[in-house]
Nanobody
Framework: QVQLVESGGGLVQAGASLKLSCAAS????????MAWFRQAPGEEREFVAG??????DYADSVKGRFTISRDNGQMTVYLQMDSLKPEDTAVYYC?????????????????WGQGTQVTVSS
């Protein structure tokens, strides 16, 4: 069983930065594919960024603004969000899958955190 706990959300103005963290439990964290998704009210959950061991993947909407990273020793994955826009407002979820590669479909992930709210005002 893997538990994921997100933190770092908040209310910021457009153009500001936030850094989300996701602390994980589990023995084989370094082999997990880790990802961030987000869900705005009335919208489907969408892929934001993912990472396994090397090159991370990003949604086109966040490329150049968001950076995903991981610290296997701390069993934590991060999402640095810069140049935030009002359309980035959503609940952000951390997700883990036990094997394979980064995928953008939520149904392919095995474990989820409870989510953290990010609100960007204009």
């Amino acid at each position: 069983q893997v538990q994921l706990v997100e933190s770092g959300g908040g209310l910021v103005q457009a153009g500001a930065s936030l850094k989300l963290s996701c602390a994980a439990s589990g023995r084989a964290f370094s082999s997990y594919v880790m990802a961030w998704f987000r869900q705005a009210p009335g919208e489907e959950r969408e892929f934001v960024a993912g990472i396994r061991s090397s090159r991370p993947d990003y949604a086109d909407s966040v490329k150049g603004r968001f950076t995903i990273s991981r610290d296997n020793g701390q069993m934590t994955v991060y999402l640095q969000m810069d140049s935030l826009k009002p359309e980035d407002t959503a609940v952000y979820y951390c997700a883990a899958k036990m094997s394979g590669i980064v995928r953008d479909r939520p149904a392919l992930y095995d474990y989820w955190g409870q989510g953290t709210q990010v609100t960007v005002s204009s």
